[in-house]
């Protein structure tokens, strides 16, 4: 057979086999099945703010005093307090102080609202001042002060220092002095030196002024100002008693206090 002959019988027989394949019957393929639908997402919704709490404390105060405000409050993005107040955090308190009765509204606001609560603070109108009376001051005069305040002090027999009884009466003579000296700053008090009858009269003034300035000088110590103090002797010139015994001699020997 000759190689054309050949290739025309494999073409035939090639032929053949495919004609034998088409009349087979085809095999049906079955799609994969859909999926099921999805159900739509529905994103959350968030609550309304909660005002937990809201107060003031005290409730009522008079106009000059303060009071707290107090809150809380949830799920809010904002919060703020009327009356001055402001913004403010979700929780807390600050203090006011009105004049005059005060409503507070607070507000909390976020996506799921807006809520409101109010609070009243009452103010009262302060109780008016206590009318005090002055005190009456009555001041005495000079010589009224000299004379109900100072005290006379004694000597012993022809001395002229001051005893343990005298230092006692000027201590507080001292006191009464600055007191006398407060209410009449223009004053001038004298210290009299007195001596009793027996020796001379010219010995008995240089006496009495030695007794007069012993006194001076410890009243000045114990802070008189000495230019207030005027000293003057009068001897045996002005005697208190005139017996001629020692118990109204004693009472002769003395300094006493008079005003200028």
Not at 40 to 55: C, K, W, Y
Request: glycine share 8%.
């Amino acid at each position: 057979m000759s190689r054309k002959q050949l290739s025309i019988a494999l073409l035939a027989l090639s032929l053949s086999v495919f004609a034998v394949g088409c009349k087979k019957k085809a095999v049906a393929v079955t799609p994969p099945a859909a999926p099921p639908p999805t159900a739509p997402i529905t994103p959350a919704v968030r609550p309304a703010p909660a005002i937990r709490s809201f107060t003031v404390e005290p409730s009522s105060i008079t106009a000059g005093q303060s009071a707290t405000l107090s809150w809380a409050v949830e799920n809010a993005d904002s919060v703020s307090i009327s009356g001055g107040v402001g913004s403010v955090q979700t929780t807390g308190s600050t203090s006011v102080r009105p004049a005059s009765t005060t409503t507070y509204s607070l507000t909390a606001t976020g996506p799921g609202g807006t809520t409101n609560r109010s609070v009243t603070l009452s103010v009262s109108a302060p109780p008016p001042p206590e009318r005090v009376q002055p005190p009456v001051t009555v001041t005495k005069s000079l010589s009224e002060m000299v004379g109900s305040l100072l005290a006379d002090l004694y000597f012993d027999y022809d001395k002229s220092d001051v005893r343990e009884d005298g230092r006692n009466v000027l201590n507080k003579n001292a006191e009464a002095l600055k007191q006398i000296f407060a209410a009449h700053a223009n004053g001038i008090v004298t210290i009299e030196g007195h001596c009793d009858e027996r020796g001379s009269a010219e010995y008995n003034l240089g006496l009495g002024d030695r007794r007069s300035s012993s006194v001076k000088d410890y009243l000045v110590n114990l802070g008189v100002p000495g230019d207030k103090l005027k000293v003057i002797s009068y001897g045996n010139e002005k005697p208190a008693c005139s017996d001629a015994n020692e118990g109204c001699w004693q009472k002769n020997r003395r300094a006493h206090f008079s005003a200028n």
